[in-house]
């Protein structure tokens, strides 16, 4: 199965990894390793993870106060959003 980012999700992503290399080196690759991961875990159960909203679900990152919100999609899985978990919770609906 094939994913994608939303376009807003790609610059989270980016924001969120220079956030962390500012506060220390690497972190931000550490960061970044757990993204895989998780998106490692929802390309192989992506029913298996909680719903946020009627068409989206999520998948907490292991180490780090983020959350992979995501949309399965005939041509794969959508990334809508990298969300921190202490955010709006429904910045991103507009994304779906």
């Not at 980012?5 to 390793?33: K, M, N, R, T, W």
């Amino acid at each position: 199965m094939d994913y994608s980012f939303h376009p807003d999700a790609d610059q989270e992503v980016d924001e969120i990894v220079d956030y962390y290399d500012s506060i220390y080196d690497s972190l931000g690759d550490a960061f970044f390793s757990e993204l895989q991961n998780a998106i490692t875990r929802v390309l192989k159960l992506p029913d298996a993870w909680q719903m946020v909203w009627p068409s989206a679900r999520r998948c907490l990152l292991s180490r780090f106060p983020y959350q992979l919100v995501y949309q399965e999609r005939p041509d794969g899985i959508l990334i809508v959003a990298v969300m921190h978990l202490h955010r709006e919770p429904t910045y991103w609906v507009d994304r779906l």
